[in-house]
């Protein structure tokens, strides 16, 4: 299994970006890193996955180290609907494996 | 698009009877998950199907529960007997393929407690 590591939990003020660090260093070559979140009563949703190359979408951007090693995903402006458990999520043989993700909280 | 859907939403049983829980993928999605959520842990994957073949089950405990997907739309997940152990939200995925640059498409999963 691959295994994650990130923070259990972070806080933002809002409208300020949020960096939030994952460590993935047994992943393989090929496993693509990907960033679920959780909002309370809600199933996880997708946010962005990743390769080797930084990668930017309406949601977010995810920076991945040149070892592959640790990821992070950026919020450019966090806002009180971004208050979620996430996740970072590699895809291992071609199944998810999640750890206990951070839990993000946002002060106004 | 319609999404993943779910059923029933919540349900409530005593140990040792049984229960089921269905869920219908988004359409043309070959890819399958069921997860077990446990409150304050993270989901973990039960089994997954690819069409109506099963790709892996190994974390499914399988002297008590079962899932099939027949004609590799639908699915069922089943417990029998429940334990008090089995108290979680049960979340059903799907994917457009095995592919690992394909998201999954989550629903909004069932939650059962066990009395």
């Known amino acids: 299994d691959a295994k994650t590591t990130q923070p259990n939990s972070m806080e933002s003020n809002e409208e300020e970006p949020v960096h939030l660090p994952c460590n993935h260093s047994?992943?393989?070559?090929?496993?693509?890193i990907h960033w679920y979140r959780q909002l309370p009563s809600q199933g996880p949703e997708y946010v962005i996955h990743?390769?080797?190359s930084n990668v930017n979408n309406r949601m977010a951007s995810l920076a991945i180290a040149e070892d592959r090693k640790s990821s992070t995903l950026i919020l450019h402006r966090a806002t009180l609907r971004d208050a979620a458990v996430y996740y970072c999520?590699?895809?291992?043989?071609?199944?998810?494996?999640f750890g206990t993700g951070t839990s993000l909280t946002v002060i106004p | 698009e319609a999404g993943v859907a779910q059923s029933p939403r919540y349900k409530i049983i005593e140990k040792r009877q049984s229960v089921a829980f269905w869920c219908n993928p988004i359409?043309?999605?070959?890819?399958l998950y069921w997860y077990q959520q446990i409150l304050g842990q993270g989901p973990k994957l039960l089994i997954q199907?690819?069409?109506?073949?099963?790709?892996?089950d190994s974390q499914l405990p399988k002297d008590r529960f079962s899932a099939e997907r027949l004609k590799g739309v639908d699915s069922t997940l089943k417990i029998q007997p429940a334990k008090l152990e089995d108290s979680a939200v049960y979340l059903c995925?799907?994917?457009?393929?095995?592919?690992?640059?394909?998201?999954?498409?989550f629903g909004p999963g069932t939650r059962l407690t066990v009395l």
């Open positions: 995925a799907s994917s457009f393929s095995l592919a690992g640059n394909n998201e999954q498409f």
């Open positions: 047994t992943i393989s070559g090929t496993d693509y």
């Open positions: 990743g390769l080797t």
């Open positions: 999520t590699p895809n291992t043989g071609n199944q998810f494996y």
């Open positions: 359409s043309g999605h070959a890819t």
């Open positions: 199907f690819q069409n109506n073949g099963v790709v892996d």
